[in-house]
């Protein structure tokens, strides 16, 4: 065969992968930059679980949609949402066809790895107050150690009073910081394995160092802040013991790179993608399907709890949707309506690291800047927890990215035998749905500052919203 020959049979037979850039000219680019502009926005808003929730309520008020509890009837085109225990959510735009007829759904999770207090936190040690800590989720526990924190939460006080708390975030803030042993006393710190380099109760937050006006006090300082908060928030320390504190990195989202093409920020696993299918619900107006966002809590611990993916209450909420567009749902209806409805689990993958290739297999990982990713399956060693997408279903949707000239890859989560890690695609393909992971690579995943391409976040978004426009009810194969 000719070279030409060749080369023109390499065209039409091989995959070759690209980076997404290409795929756009200038003016769709600077739509890119703009659009991470309001996700790093988004971003700074939501630090925790319950600041994504409001968050995403005020964007979706700003765009015409109203509390489902203010409605007594679902009218096509009517935009609602609902909180689930003010840590999830559920929003849907009702189409012209039954309900029952299924559903186009983007299901993400709005919690982050971070730092909880224990209930009961604060102590004074070495001239220092020092507050007690859990880990949330799965950490590289070292990483959390010298960089700035900020405590973000809810409190009650002995009133029965809800307080807001929220330190470290305005610039005239103070911060906080879990302190680390200095490395010319470290040789025994440094001989531990790295998981056990910083261990979870060595996590402690530095909170204060000034002892109250009075020699006489036992712990001067631990007092000393105890009135600090007293006479800002009227709370005691027993009030610790009922409250919700995390401990959350202090700094804002930023553009990584010379050419500012990277997004670098805490939490963006997995609300790259809550974003990106918030901002996709928003833009879709009278659909033929009903379209829905499915945004959950506890993922990164299970997904168990009432707030979490597993949670009837989310089935609650779907259930709501038959009522109010219908009048009456019986449990055949809503099964009926699962077997119908398509999802996306908006959840991030890995992208691949060149300092780090030898947890990866470079054939079959998700590069950051090549676009959205597709995963068939997730799970670890054998596909254990996962969803194992359909090929029928995988087809279906990469059709429509292909006709919507949307710029997609595949891979997975890393070696086989390495590791692996888990979604909600499980959990709601459990109840009948045709379901596949999809979403933004990251680098530098579940660490406190993680790195997403500006590319891959804006062909995400482009995927959701053909994924909520073009997806129909039969899917061939899969009746």
Known sequence: ????????????LTYKRESAWNSYNEKQKEKIFAFA??????LDDGKTERECVEACIARLEKNGFVNAESKEQFAPGDRVYRSIRNKGLVAAVIGTEPVTDGMNILGAHIDSPHIDLKPTPLYE??????????????IKKYQWSTMPLALHGIMYNSDGEKIRVNVGEDENDPVFMISELLVHLSQEQLARKASE???????????????????????????????LLNDKYGITEKDFMTAEIEMVPAYKAKDIGFDRSYVGAYGQDDRVCAYTSLAALMKVKNPERTCVCLFSDKEEVGSMGNSGAQSLLYENALIELIVKTSGSCSMWDFRKCMNHSHMLSSDVTAAFDP????????????????????????GSRGKAGSNDAH????????????????????????????????TIAADMANKGMNVIDCGVPVLSMHAPFE?????????????????LKKMKKDIEGLA
């Open 1 to 12: 065969m000719k070279n030409k020959e060749v080369q023109e049979l390499e065209k039409k």
């Open 37 to 42: 502009d309001k996700y790093k926005s988004f």
């Open 125 to 138: 040690d070495g001239g220092l107050a020092l507050m007690k800590t859990h880990y949330y989720g799965g």
């Open 197 to 227: 380099a910083v261990k979870g109760e060595e996590l402690n937050v530095l909170v204060g160092g000034m002892p109250i006006e009075d020699k006489e006090a036992k712990e001067g300082i631990k007092l000393a802040v105890l009135k």
């Open 355 to 378: 300092t780090y290739a030898s947890a990866f297999d470079k054939s079959n990982t998700a590069y950051a800047g090549s676009g959205v990713c597709l995963l068939k399956y997730t």
């Open 391 to 422: 090929s029928e279903f995988f087809n279906t949707v990469a059709s429509v990215f292909a006709k919507e000239e949307i710029p997609w890859q595949t891979g997975e989560l890393g070696r086989v035998d390495l590791g692996g890690g888990g």
């Open 451 to 467: 790195v997403t391409s500006k590319a891959d976040i804006y062909s995400t978004y482009e995927g959701f919203l053909a994924f």
